[in-house]
């Protein structure tokens, strides 16, 4: 049996109207976790047939399929809307891969509910680690900098105002503080999502003998979320996330506010180099911060998303609903 006549085959007779499938389809924002739903995939697997839930054979066949389907990426998928999403893709390329009594078996003992918190959490991960990394990449560069500039004296400002001499080193460390804090609290944020939701399933569990630690362990996960209906439906280590990501695109702003001045003719302090400005083509003498004027533009997306997913958080029911499905997007945005 077709997957989408598995999706539809209990409750309904006709399939979905064309545009609503598309209007509820996640599949576009899908394709950011496809390599995480894999990978949850394949550590499941391995775990119902250490546990015997389901046989080795079945198993093999299963993870066969999975590993072509990592080596040949999204593109080995069909993601056509009516299918609502990427797992269920994920699905239908094994069951094509196996058979559908084996490919069927890759649901066993859990829930696209599960899966999608856990592959969304197993790609923040990677993601925050690698806004650390440049976070921490620019701190270098700022205290570089300083070092070379301990005696360049220049005035410190109160109220944009001339208030006390101070160095240009000062002003250097001043902006790399506060982006330590920044790394701080995407650390903490990443430790929020750094909890394993699979065997969580739809909501209450399953009476399958599972092993939760094991796949948590597989994936990296230094926990499990203990109770199985706060597991599915929490997204706040996504706000978590988000709200450190604001916070620093603040201290990002105000250090591109800043170049902006400094560089400006008014000020005329430091010279923007030319590999990060562009100029005007009516007024070609000009030089335009424009890689500055953008960081501080985004700053106001990034606080957009924060704001829109705690619209979206703030009265669901417990525990799922589709609308975290749109928080998603905001969360890979920011």
């Not at 697997?45 to 590993?67: N, P, V």
Request: proline residues 4%.
């Amino acid at each position: 049996m077709p997957v989408l006549e598995m999706l539809r085959k209990g409750r309904f007779e006709r399939p979905m109207e064309p545009l609503a499938a598309e209007y509820t389809s996640s599949m576009q924002a899908d394709m950011r976790i496809f390599y995480s739903v894999v990978q949850v995939n394949l550590a499941h697997i391995i775990m119902l047939a250490e546990r015997r839930i389901i046989t080795e054979q079945d198993a093999a066949a299963i993870l066969r399929a999975l590993y072509e389907l990592h080596e040949r990426g999204v593109e080995g998928l069909d993601l056509r809307p009516e299918l609502e999403d990427i797992h269920m893709a994920v699905e239908e390329f094994v069951i094509k891969a196996t058979s559908e009594e084996v490919g069927g078996k890759l649901n066993t003992a859990k829930s696209r509910n599960d899966q999608v918190a856990t592959a969304i959490r197993l790609t923040l991960r990677k993601g925050l680690f690698n806004v650390e990394e440049r976070l921490l990449e620019l701190v270098g560069a700022l205290v570089a900098l300083a070092e070379k500039n301990t005696d360049v004296i220049m005035p410190g400002y109160t109220h944009l105002q001339v208030a006390q001499p101070t160095t240009f080193a000062h002003w250097l460390t001043a902006h790399a503080s506060a982006i330590i804090r920044d790394v701080e609290r995407i650390d903490r944020a990443y430790d929020a999502a750094n909890s394993c939701v699979m065997g969580a399933c739809a909501l209450a569990g399953t009476s399958f003998p599972i092993d939760r630690m094991r796949v948590a362990h597989m994936l990296g996960f230094k926990r499990i979320d203990e109770n199985t209906m706060d597991a599915i439906s929490s997204r706040d280590f996504a706000l978590q996330a988000m709200s450190s990501l604001a916070i620093a695109m603040v201290n990002l702003s105000r250090l591109a506010e800043e170049l902006m001045l400094w560089g400006s003719a008014e000020f005329d302090m430091i010279e923007l180099p030319e590999e990060f400005a562009a100029t005007s083509s009516i007024m070609p003498q000009k030089k335009n911060p424009v890689v500055a004027e953008l960081a501080r533009a985004k700053a106001g997306r990034v606080f957009g998303n924060l704001s829109g997913a705690l619209a979206v958080m703030k009265a669901l029911p417990q525990s799922y609903n589709l609308d975290l499905q749109d928080l998603t997007p905001s969360l890979w945005n920011s």
